[in-house]
């Protein structure tokens, strides 16, 4: 049996690439000469014992930190990011484990953070008073969407809420503004039976409405329920990419701490026009 998932020739060209990724910081080179791939419509899990530099490659993908060498290339072009916030106008969203959210706002304060809406005409533009009421109908309806009916109060303050529903609110949030990509980095790591329940929930209605999800995570049971293809990284780069149908949650764990070796060699993909 591959341990390399092979790529389809009938299938679409990668949304989100990346060829010979270097990131060093000192004499530590975090990322060694690594290459990605994620496709349209797909959750692809990234995993990998502490160290291996997986946190270190999805900061390369959404602007937290810049390559020494490589490319990156986005829906066709090829990109640099010089923040997350340039990432983010690309239309890459990342839902970090810690939420990146303020406990003492609103809810749809917080999923309009950095983004406000404007009162239209002079309110707006000279008084620059913000849009209240149009904010919280829009955050209304990206909650209700993805069938996030457990919370009443679209005004109430995010630290009013349990953690399953802030995560909710976090994933609203990167769908509702990530036109590409959407990167969630452990989105269930602090969470109980039931909020991760919802939360794996929400990652899937999220990939149905057409948006790619990059899923990191050292949850394995959840990687192989919902992953469509899982990138095994290690010693600073890819080591394969193993379909979950195919393989156990032990191959990948063998195959991430250096237990087990792939058959085969990761094959060579060959680059998007």
Request: net charge neutral; proline share 6%.
């Amino acid at each position: 049996m591959s341990t390399q998932q092979k790529p389809d020739p009938n299938r679409d060209a990668p949304i989100l690439w990346a060829r010979n990724l270097v990131k060093r910081f000192g004499r530590v080179t975090a990322i060694d000469h690594c290459d990605f791939e994620l496709y349209p419509g797909e959750i692809l899990a990234v995993i990998g014992d502490n160290g291996a530099g997986k946190s270190t490659l999805i900061k390369a993908l959404s602007g937290a930190v810049s390559p020494d060498e490589g490319e990156i290339h986005l829906d066709g072009r090829k990109v640099q990011f010089s923040s997350p916030l340039d990432a983010r106008k690309h239309g890459i969203e990342t839902v970090y484990q810690t939420l990146a959210m303020s406990p003492a706002l609103s809810i749809a304060d917080n999923m309009f953070m950095g983004r406000e809406l404007r009162k239209p005409g002079f309110a707006g533009t000279w008084l620059r008073k913000l849009d209240h009421a149009r904010m919280a109908q829009i955050a209304r309806e990206k909650l209700t969407e993805l069938g996030i009916m457990t919370i009443q109060n679209i005004n109430q303050p995010v630290e009013t809420l349990s953690g399953g529903q802030r995560q909710g609110v976090a994933v609203a949030r990167a769908a509702a503004f990530g036109s590409k990509v959407v990167i969630m980095d452990e989105p269930t790591a602090a969470l109980g039976v039931k909020e991760s329940r919802k939360v794996l929930e929400l990652i899937q209605e999220v990939r149905d409405r057409g948006i790619p999800i990059i899923l990191i995570s050292h949850n394995m049971p959840h990687v192989f329920e919902v992953a469509d293809r899982v990138h095994v990284h290690r010693l600073g780069r890819r080591l394969c990419v193993i379909d979950p149908r195919q393989h156990s949650m032990s191959d990948a764990v063998a195959y991430m701490t250096g237990a087990k070796v792939p058959d085969e060699a990761p094959a060579e993909v060959a680059e998007p026009a």
